[in-house]
């Protein structure tokens, strides 16, 4: 029976299939919804959200010593934060096939970079196996597991956002159960200390020569030959772009394993063309081994390296051809950026936060990113994972020793503290910065889609699980100054911001605890917070257009210019207060309850 | 030959569950489809599209500029932003209602005026004020599903079963809504 599936609902099925025990992972877009469709199978197999990335490679990696197929997924940015594990697993080699998903993001769709993790194969000298499309998925994840036993590797599977997020037609094929290899000690194997690791070291070596030779003969590498002059070897989703640009005006070589590259192949397929493209996104991995082995091809001399590819920048790039189309005009591309939501808890904070103007913010990875953005305009820097602590501390502490006493604040999610905040926080505690430090608690990891957290009282299955108390793991670190706020009540924020800024002999942490405004609630969401709030609605007559309401950023709140009064969408307002709090006139009372 | 349909508008309007319907319908019908979708952060309020592409056999899963057969408009401002993909002169099936973006909540830009009449003047526009049709019916929500009908009669989509489609993603308390809602807009 066939289905429609994603490239991401795909993988999971395959993994499903293959007879995978183990996976883990922390969520991150383009990647999430990998582990969010293993849910169903939960009686076969055992799925789990981790805290980060290293953690959920980790656990797979143990998952594999004792015997079991295993996978961790992960976004690109999370195969850097579990890049640790990688490097030396490359080394010990497998018991039960490992699988590492990443899910690059070209063109930054959701992301802070546009990494090619194709190269994490090569460091790490393990093989990396990518789709074109959804299609493929049951076939090359049963293959990367075949790979990985015989071979002794951990395997790179890599997809893209449009190959995790393109829906086609997949064939459903049955579930092989794989039997676990009974699990006997092996120090040499498998504790990397400097004596075993140097002996694992050749043997990592001739494991690269025997994939060069299984590459040339791999089911992964295809070759379509309509017995053209031009030939295309492509990868990933650009396989689509260039079929769609050349059709059967070319012969293609589909690379499904991309490290190592079937080198001979190569050679005699580009030599049975009269011109060769080599067709991939961002970096040119494929093409430059290519011309390492002295073969002439066509590649990133006429092919962008940056952002996505489609079919317009590839009949551009390669033909100068660009394609008819009408505009409309300038006036009416007024722009819309992504905003918080009605409602959004982290609101009240950021515009509150605002006007403690002499300090510097840094900022982290999360819904509460838009706090950067107008009007709120309050984070001052954007990293990675966590960085928000750990920058506060150095800006503090360096600007000290210059002799500028400046207040720093650090803005991080729930999610994305558990994630990598609490070490930092730790470093701010030992080396004593009175940085301030503000958990925003929406009680869900709210950006890729509403995932549980440790810090949510739930696991990925919905079943009740042991619950972070935030306010504990801070003064466990060392943390003095503690306080638990609501952020939606603006004089509860203005007074911690206040009380954290008196005191100066360490870090201080303010939590702000309040449900995602888009969340599923859970019965303790409701018996914690009462959720049935009076939506908010504007006395004209009191309304004197000061727009102090307009600049919470709420899109449920609109300002009419020629009136110059304000209103507020009785459809969309969740009744969060926040308009009211920030309305110095009263004329923004409370209406019909939510 | 591949067709291409894109579905423009706003993170929330329910965009996905058209292209989905509409997916559903063109495998019922026999095509080899392939669709797209957006998640993340644009998700916040922010422009969404999704993208279906359908025909004997598609290969790419992205719609290009000049391309669409169709777009399938959820808001004017979005019909304009996204107008670089129809083939020139294609059909638009365009929700009249506005949504302003941010900017222009604050009262710091104008919604533009005339993007319907430019779209009339340039496109072969259908005109639809779905949002008032679909409170009509008792449910805003409804919205998708009557541009959707709409979509299903351009296409000539007639003979597909749309109401066990419709079954099979809405919930039985919403059944008639939307069936009602589809019929709506395909008899425009």
């Given at each position: 029976?066939?289905?429609?599936?994603?490239?991401?609902?795909?993988?999971?099925?395959?993994?499903?299939?293959?007879?995978?025990?183990?996976?883990?992972?922390?969520?991150?877009?383009?990647?999430?919804?990998?582990?969010?469709?293993?849910?169903?199978?939960?009686?076969?197999?055992?799925?789990?959200?981790?805290?980060?990335?290293?953690?959920?490679?980790?656990?797979?990696?143990?998952?594999?010593?004792?015997?079991?197929?295993?996978?961790?997924?992960?976004?690109?940015?999370?195969?850097?934060?579990?890049?640790d594990?990688?490097?030396?697993?490359?080394?010990?080699?497998?018991?039960?096939?490992?699988?590492?998903?990443?899910?690059?993001?070209p063109?930054?769709?959701?992301?802070?970079?546009?990494?090619?993790?194709?190269?994490?194969?090569?460091?790490?000298?393990?093989?990396?196996?990518?789709?074109?499309?959804?299609?493929?998925?049951?076939?090359?994840?049963?293959?990367?597991?075949?790979?990985?036993?015989?071979?002794?590797?951990?395997?790179?599977?890599?997809?893209?956002?449009?190959?995790?997020?393109?829906?086609?037609?997949?064939?459903?094929?049955?579930?092989?159960?794989?039997?676990?290899?009974?699990?006997?000690?092996?120090?040499?194997?498998?504790?990397?200390?400097?004596?075993?690791?140097?002996?694992?070291?050749p043997?990592?070596?001739?494991?690269?020569?025997?994939?060069?030779?299984?590459?040339?003969?791999?089911?992964l590498?295809?070759?379509?030959?309509?017995g053209?002059?031009?030939?295309?070897?492509?990868?990933?989703?650009?396989?689509?772009?260039?079929?769609?640009?050349?059709?059967?005006?070319?012969?293609?070589?589909?690379?499904?394993?991309?490290?190592?590259?079937?080198?001979?192949?190569?050679?005699?397929?580009?030599?049975?063309?009269?011109?060769?493209?080599?067709?991939?996104?961002?970096?040119?991995?494929?093409?430059?081994?290519?011309?390492?082995?002295?073969?002439?091809?066509?590649?990133?001399?006429?092919?962008?390296?940056?952002?996505e590819?489609?079919?317009?920048?590839?009949?551009?790039?390669?033909?100068?051809?660009?394609?008819?189309?009408?505009?409309?005009?300038?006036?009416?591309?007024v722009?819309?950026?992504p905003?918080?939501?009605?409602?959004c808890?982290?609101?009240?904070?950021?515009?509150e936060?605002?006007?403690?103007?002499?300090?510097?913010?840094?900022g982290?990875?999360?819904?509460?990113?838009?706090?950067?953005?107008?009007?709120?305009?309050?984070?001052?820097?954007?990293?990675?994972?966590?960085?928000?602590?750990?920058?506060?501390?150095?800006?503090?502490?360096?600007?000290?020793?210059?002799?500028?006493k400046?207040?720093?604040?650090?803005?991080?999610?729930?999610?994305?503290?558990?994630?990598?905040?609490?070490?930092?926080?730790?470093?701010?505690?030992?080396?004593?910065?009175?940085?301030?430090?503000?958990?925003?608690d929406?009680?869900?990891?709210?950006?890729?889609?509403?995932?549980?957290?440790?810090?949510?009282?739930?696991?990925?299955?919905?079943?009740?699980?042991?619950?972070?108390?935030?306010?504990?793991?801070?003064?466990?670190?060392?943390?003095?100054?503690?306080?638990?706020?609501?952020?939606?009540?603006?004089?509860?924020?203005?007074?911690?911001?206040?009380?954290?800024?008196?005191?100066?002999?360490?870090?201080?942490?303010?939590?702000?605890?309040?449900?995602?405004?888009?969340?599923?609630?859970?019965?303790?969401?409701?018996?914690?917070?009462?959720?049935?709030?009076?939506?908010?609605?504007?006395?004209?007559?009191?309304?004197?257009?000061?727009?102090?309401?307009?600049r919470?950023?709420?899109?449920?709140?609109?300002?009419?210019k020629?009136?110059?009064?304000?209103?507020?969408?009785?459809?969309?307002?969740?009744?969060?207060?926040?308009?009211?709090?920030?309305?110095?006139?009263?004329?923004?009372?409370?209406?019909?309850?939510? | 030959?591949t067709?291409?349909?894109?579905?423009?508008?706003?993170?929330?309007q329910?965009i996905l569950?058209?292209?989905?319907?509409?997916?559903?319908?063109?495998?019922?019908?026999?095509?080899?489809?392939?669709?797209?979708?957006?998640?993340?952060?644009?998700?916040?309020?922010?422009?969404?599209?999704?993208?279906?592409?359908?025909?004997?056999?598609?290969?790419?899963?992205?719609?290009?500029?000049?391309?669409?057969?169709?777009?399938?408009?959820?808001?004017?401002?979005?019909?304009?932003?996204?107008?670089?993909?129809?083939?020139p002169?294609?059909?638009?099936?365009?929700?009249?209602?506005?949504?302003?973006?941010?900017?222009?909540?604050?009262?710091?830009?104008?919604?533009?005026?005339?993007?319907?009449?430019?779209?009339?003047?340039?496109?072969?526009?259908?005109?639809?004020?779905?949002?008032?049709?679909?409170?009509?019916?008792?449910?805003?929500?409804?919205?998708?599903?009557?541009?959707?009908?709409?979509?299903?009669?351009?296409?000539?989509?007639?003979?597909?079963?749309?109401?066990?489609?419709?079954?099979?993603?809405?919930?039985p308390?919403?059944?008639?809504?939307?069936?009602?809602?589809f019929?709506?807009?395909?008899?425009?």
């Amino acid at each position: 029976m066939k289905y429609l599936m994603s490239g991401n609902e795909a993988v999971a099925r395959a993994l499903y299939e293959a007879g995978v025990t183990f996976a883990s992972a922390y969520p991150g877009t383009p990647s999430t919804e990998i582990l969010e469709s293993l849910v169903p199978y939960h009686e076969d197999m055992y799925v789990e959200w981790a805290p980060n990335e290293k953690v959920a490679l980790e656990a797979a990696v143990g998952a594999s010593m004792a015997g079991f197929r295993a996978v961790a997924a992960m976004k690109h940015v999370g195969l850097n934060v579990a890049a640790d594990p990688l490097m030396t697993v490359s080394y010990t080699g497998v018991n039960g096939g490992l699988v590492i998903v990443s899910a690059d993001d070209p063109g930054m769709h959701s992301s802070q970079n546009e990494q090619d993790n194709r190269l994490y194969a090569r460091l790490a000298k393990i093989p990396c196996v990518e789709i074109s499309g959804a299609r493929e998925a049951a076939a090359a994840i049963k293959e990367a597991y075949q790979i990985s036993e015989s071979f002794d590797t951990p395997v790179l599977f890599r997809m893209t956002t449009r190959v995790c997020h393109s829906k086609e037609l997949v064939e459903e094929g049955e579930r092989v159960a794989f039997d676990p290899i009974t699990y006997e000690k092996h120090p040499t194997k498998f504790i990397a200390a400097p004596a075993n690791a140097r002996k694992r070291r050749p043997l990592v070596e001739e494991r690269v020569q025997k994939l060069v030779a299984y590459s040339e003969t791999s089911a992964l590498n295809t070759i379509e030959d309509n017995g053209a002059s031009v030939g295309v070897i492509a990868s990933g989703v650009s396989v689509h772009y260039a079929k769609e640009v050349f059709d059967e005006k070319a012969n293609y070589l589909t690379i499904g394993l991309t490290y190592p590259l079937p080198m001979e192949k190569i050679r005699s397929f580009v030599q049975s063309v009269e011109t060769c493209y080599v067709i991939e996104e961002l970096e040119p991995f494929i093409e430059e081994q290519i011309r390492l082995a002295g073969i002439d091809v066509i590649g990133k001399e006429k092919i962008p390296t940056m952002g996505e590819l489609n079919v317009d920048i590839l009949r551009e790039a390669l033909f100068g051809e660009t394609p008819t189309y009408q505009q409309a005009p300038e006036e009416f591309l007024v722009a819309r950026p992504p905003i918080l939501c009605s409602g959004c808890p982290h609101r009240g904070f950021f515009y509150e936060a605002k006007k403690f103007r002499d300090m510097i913010v840094t900022g982290d990875i999360g819904c509460y990113t838009l706090g950067a953005t107008p009007p709120l305009q309050v984070s001052d820097s954007v990293v990675c994972m966590g960085a928000s602590i750990s920058m506060a501390h150095g800006v503090y502490a360096s600007m000290a020793k210059n002799g500028e006493k400046k207040r720093v604040m650090a803005v991080i999610g729930d999610s994305t503290f558990l994630h990598s905040g609490m070490t930092s926080l730790l470093n701010s505690v030992y080396n004593k910065t009175p940085t301030i430090n503000v958990i925003l608690d929406n009680r869900i990891t709210a950006m890729t889609g509403h995932q549980e957290n440790p810090g949510t009282g739930y696991n990925i299955l919905g079943e009740p699980a042991a619950e972070v108390d935030f306010e504990k793991v801070v003064r466990a670190l060392g943390i003095e100054k503690v306080l638990t706020i609501n952020p939606l009540k603006l004089g509860s924020v203005r007074e911690a911001i206040k009380e954290c800024l008196a005191f100066d002999e360490g870090p201080s942490v303010i939590i702000t605890r309040w449900p995602c405004a888009l969340k599923r609630y859970s019965d303790q969401d409701h018996q914690e917070f009462n959720l049935r709030l009076p939506k908010s609605q504007v006395i004209e007559d009191l309304c004197r257009g000061c727009r102090n309401c307009v600049r919470t950023g709420c899109p449920s709140i609109r300002f009419n210019k020629e009136t110059k009064k304000a209103s507020v969408d009785e459809i969309t307002c969740v009744g969060c207060g926040v308009c009211r709090e920030s309305c110095p006139f009263d004329a923004i009372v409370e209406g019909e309850l939510r | 030959m591949t067709k291409s349909i894109l579905f423009a508008g706003v993170g929330g309007q329910g965009i996905l569950l058209s292209s989905k319907l509409l997916t559903a319908a063109l495998i019922a019908s026999g095509y080899d489809v392939k669709m797209s979708e957006v998640h993340g952060m644009a998700q916040r309020g922010g422009s969404v599209t999704t993208q279906v592409r359908f025909g004997e056999k598609v290969h790419s899963p992205i719609i290009g500029k000049g391309d669409a057969d169709v777009l399938v408009a959820f808001e004017p401002m979005e019909a304009a932003r996204w107008l670089d993909h129809l083939k020139p002169g294609g059909r638009i099936i365009l929700n009249t209602g506005k949504i302003p973006s941010s900017v222009i909540l604050s009262g710091d830009k104008d919604y533009p005026e005339g993007i319907e009449e430019y779209l009339a003047e340039h496109t072969d526009l259908l005109s639809i004020d779905a949002q008032a049709m679909a409170v009509e019916l008792g449910n805003a929500k409804a919205m998708n599903v009557i541009l959707l009908g709409a979509l299903a009669k351009s296409l000539a989509l007639e003979d597909v079963d749309w109401t066990a489609l419709i079954r099979s993603e809405v919930r039985p308390a919403f059944y008639e809504l939307n069936e009602k809602a589809f019929q709506m807009g395909f008899d425009l």
